[in-house]
């Protein structure tokens, strides 16, 4: 019986502490979603009525130049050459115009070097057309830069011909990445 009178209060005890399951996570992996937006799609996305259309046609116009979308970069350097400050300025001009377009630059290296040095390199190309881009008037929150190392070559032949247009940022906008 006495037993009985300490285990009673014991359990009691044991039961208020219960706790309810937590409820499952929004996100339980803990990985942010990066994933663009198309345009036309949800109400977070682009409004196409917000984009000039003339603008949308000059990216795929060959006769201008914003349809230029590369930027290239000496061997193991990530400096942008003079010879590209027009196209830089093009696309800044673009992006502050068209603020609901996003821009995603992809950095690349040619082959030589580990991979590791070659996701690094790629990355501060990226990084530096992005630092270009913003100091002309394009928002932070438009432009993403990531680096494909030497992953998608543009070129596969072993020579400084092949090489050099491996070493460069490509510029996406959105719909296009």
């Known amino acids: 019986m006495r037993r009985t009178l300490i285990a009673a209060p014991l359990i009691l005890l044991l039961a208020a502490c219960g706790s309810q399951p937590p409820a499952p996570e929004q996100n339980p992996s803990g990985v942010e979603n990066r994933e663009p937006?198309?345009?036309?799609?949800?109400?977070?996305?682009?409004?196409?009525?917000?984009?000039d259309p003339y603008a949308l046609e000059a990216l795929k116009d060959p006769k201008s130049i914003l349809a230029k979308r590369s930027i290239y970069f000496d061997y193991d350097q990530y400096v942008i050459?003079?010879?590209?400050?027009?196209?830089?300025?093009?696309?800044a001009k673009f992006l502050v115009k068209n603020s609901k377009i996003k821009m995603l630059i992809q950095g690349n290296a040619d082959e030589r070097g580990s991979r590791e040095y070659n996701l690094a390199l790629g990355q501060k190309r990226a990084e530096a057309v992005k630092r270009a881009l913003g100091m002309?008037?394009?928002?932070?929150e438009q432009i993403e830069s990531v680096s494909l190392g030497e992953e998608k070559p543009r070129c596969t032949d072993h020579s400084d011909e092949c090489w050099a247009q491996n070493r460069r940022g490509d510029v996406l906008y959105t719909g296009e990445f």
């Open 136 to 140: 002309l008037g394009a928002r932070e």
């Open 37 to 51: 937006k198309a345009i036309g799609g949800d109400a977070e996305s682009v409004n196409r009525d917000a984009i």
């Open 81 to 91: 050459k003079p010879e590209f400050q027009p196209l830089i300025d093009a696309h």
